[in-house]
Each structure stands twice: as C-alpha cells, then as structure tokens.
C-alpha cells in the first residue's frame, strides 16, 4: 500500500511517497520512503511515479487537494470545525475520523488538533455550560470526541529514540480530552506517552514516575475547582523526584495563580514539539 507523508520543516511543508509492507515474521507493517516529492504546494499527482500514482491512497490526496484549496485555509478550517460539531453530536464516530483523514493529508495532524479540534470542544463545552437540559448531547460528542483521538492514536507508531512522557489530571480532574490532544500530538512525533486515566491518585501516579522513570511529566488540568490539587501534586512530585513538569489546561487560562512553581498558562502545541526535542529540558516551562 502506498501513500504520501508530510514532513515540517521550518515551516514549509515537503512530501514523501511512502510503502506500507507486511512483515509476516514480526507480524506487523513497515514502512519505506520509495521517493522524496519535494514542496507540498507544487507537487501534482504528475509527479507521482506511474506504478503508484492509481493508489486510492494517492488519488484521495489529490482529490482532497483539491477539496481543501491551500488558498481557501480558513474556509476549510471552519468548515471542518462546524463539520465536526455536527458529527460530535450525532455520535458518528466513523465521519468524525473521515474528516480527520481528510484533513490531516492536506494539511497534517498538528494543524487539525490544534485549529479544528480543540476548539471544537471548547465550543461544546461553552454551549452546554449554557444549556445545561442537554447533558445528553454533551455526553455523547464527548464520547464522540474520545473516540476520535483513540482512532488517530492507534495510527501512530513509538521511536525508542524519542522522549518518554507522563501526562496525566490532578485527582478529582475528569476532563481528560485535553490530555489526549496532547498524547495524540506527541505519539505523532514518536514519543512514548504514558496517559494515565482520570482519578489515578497522586501515590499511584508517583508509583508510576518511579517505574516508568519518564523524561518529563504533563500535568493538565481543566476546571478552576481542580487548581489547588495540581498544586499539590506538582509539589508532590517534585518533593520525589527531579522531573521536569509542565502544567497547563484551561483552568491555567482563565485563572492567574499564585504559585511557588512557575506554570503554563497556554502551551501550544508546536512549544511542546520544541520543548520535547530540546537536549536539556528546562524544569519549569514559563510562558
């Protein structure tokens, strides 16, 4: 199976035509560059070497091109977030990740979390809190949304080179999802992300920096009732272990803290693809 990969690189984006083979003795699929593209923007399916260039993979690629003008950034943005919303709500899982799919060829994954995705679910979030009679629907485009970041998860393959991170909620925090956008990102660049579930206790999350021994630690943290708990488990951790910790999420945003650690306030996702490649990781990032 052939299909194109994206590669940023200081800001400009250049493809790959990619194989997919099934290795019968490790059971499972690798991957190999069969040809470097060039520019994304002047890469026509021309340019396609012909034995490979009828994949649906590719002529998807192109199609969608065409669908997501480069010209039109905005415009696709948008569409895709309202999109999105509506499969959400209607708990269609399986078109929620279609637009994923779609989306992410033309313009990759880092651009539909942060741009589509997240605020997404920061509009879900401020209709509900509005309407609260439609717990329902809120219940269901969460789940939608797990799902969704489960699926694009799964596509993601680990680099042992890579760092090895610990995201995980101060206890009593449930809204995991902006834990996921996280782990989804990072998996993508081929970390090792260890996303520890809603309500694991502060001991059992210790427990885990002590086994897993991770190169760093993401703390998130959404609701403004949940502060004081991240600033015990920060203190907690640090008492432990010499661990670089980021804190971040929405309660960070819209609530100045007066902590002896400095804190996050809005990590975007290309900080953390910095902040995760640097050889010497700062122990508290601020903004």
Not at 89 to 98: K, L, M, Q, T, V
Not at 222 to 228: D, P, R, V, W, Y
Not at 229 to 254: C, D, H, M
Not at 258 to 266: A, G, I, L, N, P
């Amino acid at each position: 199976m052939a299909y194109l990969r994206i590669k940023a690189v200081k800001g400009e984006q250049y493809l790959y035509l990619v194989k997919s083979d099934w290795d019968s003795e490790r059971k499972t699929s690798k991957q190999k560059i069969v040809k470097y593209l060039g520019k994304k923007s002047s890469v026509t399916i021309e340019d396609i070497p012909k034995d490979y260039r009828n994949s649906k993979k590719i002529t998807d690629f192109f199609s969608n091109l065409k669908y997501f003008d480069p010209n039109k950034h905005d415009d696709a943005i948008n569409k895709c977030k309202n999109d999105l919303l509506l499969s959400f709500r209607e708990g269609d899982d399986i078109g929620a990740f279609s637009l994923y799919d779609s989306f992410e060829k033309v313009y990759g994954s880092k651009e539909f979390l942060e741009k589509v995705f997240r605020p997404t679910i920061d509009q879900i979030e401020q209709s509900n809190y509005k309407l609260q009679n439609k717990l329902g629907q809120q219940i269901i485009s969460y789940n939608t949304a797990q799902s969704l970041i489960d699926k694009i998860n799964q596509k993601n393959d680990q680099d042992t080179k890579k760092k090895k991170i610990l995201i995980c909620l101060p206890y009593g925090e449930q809204h995991a999802l902006g834990s996921k956008v996280i782990e989804s990102f990072l998996l993508s660049k081929g970390n090792t992300i260890w996303n520890l579930p809603a309500y694991t206790s502060t001991v059992s999350i210790l427990e885990e920096i002590r086994e897993k021994s991770p190169d760093l630690v993401f703390i998130s943290v959404s609701l403004e009732e949940n502060i004081s708990s991240a600033k015990r488990l920060v203190e907690n951790i640090r008492e432990n272990y010499k661990k670089p910790i980021f804190v971040g999420g929405q309660a960070t945003k819209t609530k100045t803290l007066s902590w002896e650690v400095d804190v996050v306030q809005d990590l975007s996702l290309e900080k953390i693809s910095k902040l995760t490649r640097t050889e010497k990781i700062p122990r508290i990032w601020v903004k």
